[in-house]
């Protein structure tokens, strides 16, 4: 457990970690060994001078003093480590996911790493701060009464000896049947979780649609699922806990009736058979909590597991000697492309000279929006290669093929911050008259006027407190303060009305000015904007030309347009 704590961290966190275990397995000790006092203060008192059990008194006290200052430095210490372990976490965490590709982060992935950054760092924190000293104390300090007991009395020792086994028995036979449990239980609670975020969300959906009930019913089936496995996991803790329980009580009594006979014989003083009598009592806590620490522990454990997978990812790899493209034209060179099993790009090859612009077209599956994610290397290429100025964009370092790339979305982002701080993350060390220019050249000064709050506006989180057309605006005062010779438009005009359907296109038209652009169409009045136009289609390019051209062909692309403009399928 320590070692995969470790193996996630880093082994920076080894030396105070080793110096916590230590400290929790001394106190442990300690505790153990602190009850042998009683043997002489019980002599004293059964004596013929009581008195003389102050000294013996005294020594006691003073130990118990010894051990509460140990049992604080030591939880103390438990809780450090694991708050300094808990910022280490998400530090690790952050960079780590800041260096995934962001194909990795598709939609599931959310709620994935959402939990694991919530419940399972504080999982994995609480190993420390909260499991690991019980759990040494439940383990060492009944072994070191085992000696203790031994060393006044062997027989009462090896008596107590025999629970031992026991007692490891029970606990690998509970764990193994909690361990199924345990994991029914987690993936109940993680579909649950799911059900109850899709059904938040969907709430506009499922209202219009009278479907309310129906979706709640799959909501309420998944959280009786998450009842029953919670029920079958209490259970099966139970044998465990009452096999526990029946062998501390035989191992009490067993002492109990072995000291009564080694006592009546002689073989035993009253004062040596109390102490053991009390020795035994105190075993009794920390093994009977074995069980519950031992559950959390595996809980944490199986929360670790999930991080240290993540923390597994590889991010793509990164060129030893970077290039830096002199230009922007683009190059897709016998390109394939698979998601999972599905083969998305076939070989496919295209160009686009610096300053053109290419239309993409085709139906929908086909590929578009993977085409324009190659580009910007969210994902790489199982074959061929996509270039940026003749560079292979595996050659070129994250950063700067992202600075020459400016990407405009049809669902935009926006950050829980102001409208001028959403644009400026478009280029953070920009001027103001810089970020005021790009806004204007996006029309979004016209949005800004509007609002009570103007620049300073909240747009709340996701850019709630704007319609779509607005953030649509934010996004592209954004590509256009980045500057970058390469633009990357998905369909972006496609749901908005005319008025911001307008503005938007103005913006578009000056975001596109001088630049190599490759944009995703669905609309004629997109295309005719474009140089060239590919019609993609399993994979490959099937017709290139322009859009006259490819009109007057009267092949896929004609049929594409013939349909989407005949009343049925037209805007
Ligand atoms: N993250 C993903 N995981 C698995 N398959 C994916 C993923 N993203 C896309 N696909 C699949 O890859 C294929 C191409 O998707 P893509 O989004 O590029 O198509 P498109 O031509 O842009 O479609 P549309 O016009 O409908 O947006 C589709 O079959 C899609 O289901």
Not at 55 to 74: D, E, G, K, N
Not at 351 to 377: D, I, N
Not at 448 to 468: D, F, K, M, Y
Not at 542 to 552: K, N, P
């Amino acid at each position: 457990m320590i070692r995969m704590l470790l193996r996630v961290l880093g082994d920076e966190y080894a030396k105070p970690m080793r110096r916590t275990v230590a400290l929790m397995t001394t106190t442990a000790v300690v505790e153990g060994l602190l009850y042998v006092l009683l043997v002489p203060v019980l002599r004293a008192l059964f004596g013929s001078t009581p008195s003389d059990a102050w000294p013996w008194l005294i020594a006691f006290a003073a130990s118990v003093a010894v051990y509460a200052v140990l049992r604080y430095t030591s939880d103390l210490s438990g809780m450090r480590v694991g708050t300094t372990m808990l910022r280490g976490m998400y530090h690790h965490l952050g960079e780590h996911l800041a260096r995934l590709p962001i194909g990795w982060y598709n939609a599931g992935r959310v709620g994935e790493v959402s939990v694991m950054a919530s419940r399972g760092l504080l999982a994995a924190m609480g190993v420390s701060a909260h499991l690991l000293g019980p759990f040494i104390s439940a383990c060492v300090t009944p072994l070191t009464i085992i000696v203790v007991v031994t060393a006044i009395n062997l027989q009462l020792g090896l008596a107590a000896l025999v629970a031992a086994p026991l007692v490891v028995a029970i606990q690998v036979w509970t764990a193994r049947s909690m361990a199924a449990n345990d994991a029914e239980n987690t993936q109940r609670s993680n579909e649950a979780s799911a059900r109850v975020i899709e059904f938040l969300l969907a709430q506009p959906v499922l209202r219009a649609g009278g479907r309310s009930s129906e979706r709640f019913s799959l909501l309420d089936d998944a959280l009786q699922g998450v009842e029953r496995s919670s029920r079958r996991q209490t259970l099966s803790v139970l044998p465990g806990a009452v096999g526990m329980t029946l062998t501390v009580q035989a191992v009490f009594t067993t002492l109990l009736v072995l000291g009564t006979y080694l006592a009546l014989g002689g073989g035993i003083g009253v004062a040596e058979i109390l102490t053991i009598l009390v020795l035994a009592a105190r075993s009794a806590d920390p093994l009977l909590s074995l069980a519950d620490i031992s559950g959390k522990l595996r809980g944490a454990r199986a929360e670790l597991d999930r991080l240290d997978k993540v923390l597994r990812t590889e991010p793509l790899p990164e060129a030893t000697r970077p290039v830096r493209p002199q230009q922007s034209d683009l190059e897709f060179d016998s390109v394939t492309f698979r998601h999972g099993d599905r083969v998305v790009l076939d070989g496919m090859s295209l160009s686009v000279p610096q300053g053109l612009r290419l239309a993409v077209v085709g139906p929908s599956g086909a590929g578009k929006s993977t085409l324009l994610q190659l580009l910007a290397r969210f994902y790489d290429v199982d074959a061929g290669a996509v270039r940026v100025g003749g560079v292979d964009v595996r050659d070129i370092d994250p950063e700067v093929l992202m600075a020459q790339t400016a990407i405009v979305f049809q669902d935009v982002y926006l950050f829980d911050g102001t409208i001028e701080e959403n644009v400026r993350l478009g280029r953070p060390d920009a001027g103001e008259a810089e970020v005021r220019a790009a806004a204007t050249a996006a029309r979004l000064d016209e949005v800004v006027e509007r609002l009570p709050g103007g620049w300073a506006t909240n747009v709340g989180e996701g850019g709630a407190q704007l319609s779509g057309g607005e953030r649509q605006r934010v996004s592209i005062a954004r590509a256009l303060l980045k500057n970058a010779q390469v633009v990357l438009l998905d369909e972006v005009t496609s749901a908005l009305d005319p008025a911001n359907e307008t503005a938007v296109h103005d913006g578009i038209e000056r975001l596109m000015a001088g630049r190599t652009v490759v944009m995703v169409a669905h609309r004629m009045r997109t295309v005719q904007r474009a140089d060239r136009v590919v019609f993609v289609s399993g994979g490959q390019v099937v017709e290139e030309g322009s859009h006259d051209e490819l009109l007057r062909r009267g092949g896929r692309y004609a049929d594409f347009w013939n349909i989407s403009l005949s009343p049925v399928g037209s805007e």
